[in-house]
């Protein structure tokens, strides 16, 4: 309760206290480490979880939340291949690529094939995150990028999208694509680390005669 007041520091003192009255608390070492988290300090975030895990390896939640605080600390490899954990858990269950006969893409070439690449989260990681779609396109064959209506225009004339798909009105099952891979799972793949991250800016543009009416109004 006194987390959710964000009253951190108290909840923190008692999240140890349960601890000491009971070692093997999981949840006591989970909520601890969100606290540490929300605290701003990942490192002490870390060890309360790696306490889940010593007791609870395959807590996928604990792993997804693990991957935030490693991201923080600069631990890129471990922490990508972590962030993964984020569709093992049931409030992500609705994020399937149910097409029997496409597999997830691994970062290989894919000259010749088509590749779907879905967004997963809000506006803001979808406009920062399709940075990547251009290292994508020079791999190989066809980009498709999946999103919702609202940003189908931003993104009409996008380098690295060759068609681009409107959530709301495709028929996934149904459509023609060889390999998928998430948006958010790009850093992963390309093993971005502080040095690597694309920067290249600006990368999207908006439709100039829209801009010339705006600009008149």
Do not use: C
Not at 7 to 17: N, R, V, W
Not at 93 to 114: I, L
Not at 135 to 155: A, H, Q, W, Y
């Amino acid at each position: 309760l006194l987390y959710d007041q964000d009253k951190i520091e108290e909840s923190i003192i008692l999240f140890q206290q349960a601890i000491r009255i009971r070692n093997d608390y999981t949840n006591a070492y989970y909520n601890l480490g969100k606290a540490y988290q929300a605290q701003g300090n990942p490192q002490a975030a870390i060890a309360a979880y790696d306490q889940v895990l010593k007791i609870l390896p395959d807590s996928a939640e604990t792993r997804f939340n693990r991957s935030l605080s490693l991201l923080l600390t600069e631990k890129y490899e471990e922490g990508w291949l972590e962030y993964e954990q984020r569709f093992s858990n049931l409030k992500n269950s609705a994020k399937k690529w149910n097409k029997k006969d496409a597999h997830r893409w691994d970062g290989a070439s894919f000259v010749g094939k088509r590749l779907l690449v879905v967004d997963e989260q809000g506006i803001g990681d979808t406009l920062q995150f399709i940075r990547y779609l251009p290292m994508v396109k020079e791999l190989g064959g066809t980009v498709i990028f999946e999103t919702i209506g609202s940003l189908m225009r931003l993104l009409e004339n996008f380098q690295g999208i060759d068609e681009r798909w409107n959530r709301s009105s495709v028929e996934r099952s149904n459509t023609d694509f060889d390999l998928y891979i998430p948006l958010m799972s790009l850093p992963g793949i390309f093993n971005t680390s502080l040095e690597t991250i694309p920067d290249r800016v600006p990368y999207i543009f908006p439709d100039p005669t829209k801009t010339q009416y705006w600009q008149r109004q």
